[in-house]
């Protein structure tokens, strides 16, 4: 379903009730009982996911007084996307995060009939008050540009980009009186991401235009009048909307003192019908973004360079203004595909956020190319490690774990050998025949893959069971691996973050056992380590 008639079918759904807020809850709440016969537990330990109810994108990520912030699309009244408003957590490792309440909500226009949804947008701090929004000059003062989504009648009529500030650290937040300041007069306008341009003392917005598959930036020196600058697309991947842009400076890790811009757009993905995001490697100037003959080669015509290869990383942003110390940008995205996110089998919470990562550009034989890993703090949540070394498999499998908890690290390093096909089954329950539940990562023919047909309730969409496939080669014969399992989320980080395949999966049990294999030839396991993670919960 294309984008826009989604979001109208879901406005339909949301609107059941018009009397009262609370009767929309209580269908939801219905909804979700249906939904809690769920046998096992499938909220994320060390992943973040909302205390309760829907959530998408994240937004507005920053560091700011001392805390890093993550906003998130929320429906605060049911487990369906609805009731836009921007969700609130706080945290100081970007792992451990603190639940507060909703910070901006959807709210009724001063016509009384008109709604606005608070939909994605990004959080500067006002250094200085040149917005003048900011009492007192105060030196923390968050605004928040975010998109206003009007709906009259349940029926969408406009998408603008309107401001909102806190003097409290983004507990409470107030609209500015003059919204919106950046208005099109369409309903095609969105996800506004602002970030403060140091070389020429401004704010850059890159916005969206989806159905012209444009990004527009846009400069202003207040944050209230905007100038529109350059438009970059139709490029790559225009197979759907594009949602969520944003462009970052990104070092490039073997070439030191070397960046690229490189423009994040949420957007295709390289299997039909389904949504991921694409990046352009190029250059800036504060104006313009052009693609650079460096930008890697697309893997296929007409798809752009996907920066993660399962169907389950979408709307992901980098965080403002982020510590000293912190060198290259970081990105967490929400973890869900639109093609069924409504769908999954979760109760009390719907959607999750991925894990931050850190992104760098590495020079390699083939190009430019984005690695991403997770962010060096994540290896404080491992527990005792298990290892082995030097494992050689010729056509079989080998157990390595019979039962374990489905939270955990896994680092493998493979040299593929004679093997036609080598690899792990997670999450693996059944008596080794043809009806096992298990989720298998294989490497076969230069190509690592993640196939969830088998990986437990995979009914609940057409859409769902599927095989995921990235291209690529061994370093130095090896195949290295690093996969974070969290119950009901999936992530395999290869060779050293050149490829990411991002998955939900559904095990009908919480505990699995981890076999290896290979087939048709000898393999060898150089190394492999488990660890148990530890939960970062509130
Ligand atoms: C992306 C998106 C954005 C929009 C938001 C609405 O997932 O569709 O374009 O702002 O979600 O919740």
Redesign the pocket.
């Given at each position: 379903m294309q984008?826009k008639n989604l979001v109208i079918a879901l406005l339909a759904f949301i609107s059941i009730s018009q009397t009262a807020c609370n009767q929309s809850a209580k269908t939801e709440s219905s909804a979700q009982t249906s939904l809690s016969g769920d046998s096992i537990d499938y909220r994320p330990q060390y992943h973040f996911s909302a205390p309760k109810g829907w959530i998408?994108?994240p937004n507005g990520l920053i560091y700011a007084n001392g805390q890093y912030h993550l906003f998130y699309?929320h429906n605060p009244f049911g487990n369906v996307?609805g009731h836009?408003s921007w969700g609130h957590a706080v945290s100081a490792d970007l792992l451990h995060w603190e639940d507060l309440p909703v910070a901006i909500p959807e709210f009724t226009n001063a016509d009384s009939v008109s709604k606005t949804g608070i939909?994605?947008g990004s959080t500067v701090v006002d250094k200085g008050n040149k917005s003048g929004l900011c009492p007192d000059g105060t030196g923390d003062c968050m605004v928040s540009i975010y998109?206003g989504n009007v709906t009259k009648s349940d029926v969408q009529t406009n998408q603008y980009q309107n401001l909102a500030y806190s003097t409290d650290k983004g507990r409470t937040w107030t609209q500015y009186a003059k919204n919106p300041v950046l208005d099109l007069q369409t309903k095609e306008f969105?996800?506004p991401n602002v970030f403060w341009y140091e070389p020429q003392q401004k704010w850059l917005m890159a916005v969206i235009k989806p159905t012209d598959h444009q990004v527009a930036f846009y400069d202003s020196k207040n944050l209230k009048d905007w100038k529109l600058l350059s438009l970059f697309g139709p490029q790559g991947d225009t197979t759907r909307v594009w949602?969520?842009p944003s462009i970052v400076q990104v070092p490039i890790e073997n070439e030191p003192g070397k960046s690229k811009w490189v423009v994040f757009v949420?957007a295709g993905h390289p299997q039909k019908n389904y949504l991921g995001m694409q990046y352009f490697v190029g250059n800036f100037d504060g104006k313009t973004f052009t693609l650079d003959n460096e930008n890697p080669k697309p893997i296929a015509p007409a798809v752009s360079n996907p920066v993660d290869w399962g169907k389950d990383y979408?709307?992901a942003i980098p965080f403002n203004d982020l510590p000293g110390t912190q060198k290259n940008p970081v990105m967490i995205g929400w973890l869900n595909d639109?093609e069924y996110a409504n769908k999954i089998p979760t109760a009390t919470f719907r959607g999750a956020m991925s894990l931050p990562r850190q992104i760098a550009l590495r020079r390699t034989p083939d190009g430019l190319v984005l690695v991403q890993t997770p962010i060096a703090g994540v290896a404080s949540l491992r527990g005792t490690k298990k290892e082995q070394q030097n494992l050689t498999l010729t056509s079989q499998s080998q157990t390595l774990e019979k039962s374990l908890d489905n939270v955990y690290e896994l680092e493998v390093e493979i040299s593929p050998g004679t093997a036609k096909t080598v690899g792990i089954r997670l999450a693996k329950n059944g008596s080794d025949g043809p009806g096992d539940e298990e989720t298998i990562i294989r490497y076969v023919n230069g190509k690592l893959e993640l196939d969830r047909r088998k990986s437990g309730n995979v009914a609940f969409s057409d859409r769902f069971p599927s095989v995921e496939t990235a291209p690529l080669k061994p370093q130095n014969n090896l195949v290295k691996l690093r996969i974070f399992v969290d119950r009901s989320v999936v992530t395999v980080f290869a060779n050293d973050g050149e490829r990411v395949i991002t998955d939900y999966i559904f095990p009908t049990k919480a505990t699995g056992a981890i076999d290896l294999f290979a087939e048709g030839g000898t393999a060898e396991f150089k190394k492999i380590t488990i660890w148990p993670m530890k939960s970062t919960r509130p």
């Amino acid at each position: 379903m294309q984008r826009k008639n989604l979001v109208i079918a879901l406005l339909a759904f949301i609107s059941i009730s018009q009397t009262a807020c609370n009767q929309s809850a209580k269908t939801e709440s219905s909804a979700q009982t249906s939904l809690s016969g769920d046998s096992i537990d499938y909220r994320p330990q060390y992943h973040f996911s909302a205390p309760k109810g829907w959530i998408n994108d994240p937004n507005g990520l920053i560091y700011a007084n001392g805390q890093y912030h993550l906003f998130y699309q929320h429906n605060p009244f049911g487990n369906v996307w609805g009731h836009m408003s921007w969700g609130h957590a706080v945290s100081a490792d970007l792992l451990h995060w603190e639940d507060l309440p909703v910070a901006i909500p959807e709210f009724t226009n001063a016509d009384s009939v008109s709604k606005t949804g608070i939909f994605s947008g990004s959080t500067v701090v006002d250094k200085g008050n040149k917005s003048g929004l900011c009492p007192d000059g105060t030196g923390d003062c968050m605004v928040s540009i975010y998109t206003g989504n009007v709906t009259k009648s349940d029926v969408q009529t406009n998408q603008y980009q309107n401001l909102a500030y806190s003097t409290d650290k983004g507990r409470t937040w107030t609209q500015y009186a003059k919204n919106p300041v950046l208005d099109l007069q369409t309903k095609e306008f969105r996800d506004p991401n602002v970030f403060w341009y140091e070389p020429q003392q401004k704010w850059l917005m890159a916005v969206i235009k989806p159905t012209d598959h444009q990004v527009a930036f846009y400069d202003s020196k207040n944050l209230k009048d905007w100038k529109l600058l350059s438009l970059f697309g139709p490029q790559g991947d225009t197979t759907r909307v594009w949602e969520c842009p944003s462009i970052v400076q990104v070092p490039i890790e073997n070439e030191p003192g070397k960046s690229k811009w490189v423009v994040f757009v949420s957007a295709g993905h390289p299997q039909k019908n389904y949504l991921g995001m694409q990046y352009f490697v190029g250059n800036f100037d504060g104006k313009t973004f052009t693609l650079d003959n460096e930008n890697p080669k697309p893997i296929a015509p007409a798809v752009s360079n996907p920066v993660d290869w399962g169907k389950d990383y979408y709307a992901a942003i980098p965080f403002n203004d982020l510590p000293g110390t912190q060198k290259n940008p970081v990105m967490i995205g929400w973890l869900n595909d639109w093609e069924y996110a409504n769908k999954i089998p979760t109760a009390t919470f719907r959607g999750a956020m991925s894990l931050p990562r850190q992104i760098a550009l590495r020079r390699t034989p083939d190009g430019l190319v984005l690695v991403q890993t997770p962010i060096a703090g994540v290896a404080s949540l491992r527990g005792t490690k298990k290892e082995q070394q030097n494992l050689t498999l010729t056509s079989q499998s080998q157990t390595l774990e019979k039962s374990l908890d489905n939270v955990y690290e896994l680092e493998v390093e493979i040299s593929p050998g004679t093997a036609k096909t080598v690899g792990i089954r997670l999450a693996k329950n059944g008596s080794d025949g043809p009806g096992d539940e298990e989720t298998i990562i294989r490497y076969v023919n230069g190509k690592l893959e993640l196939d969830r047909r088998k990986s437990g309730n995979v009914a609940f969409s057409d859409r769902f069971p599927s095989v995921e496939t990235a291209p690529l080669k061994p370093q130095n014969n090896l195949v290295k691996l690093r996969i974070f399992v969290d119950r009901s989320v999936v992530t395999v980080f290869a060779n050293d973050g050149e490829r990411v395949i991002t998955d939900y999966i559904f095990p009908t049990k919480a505990t699995g056992a981890i076999d290896l294999f290979a087939e048709g030839g000898t393999a060898e396991f150089k190394k492999i380590t488990i660890w148990p993670m530890k939960s970062t919960r509130p």
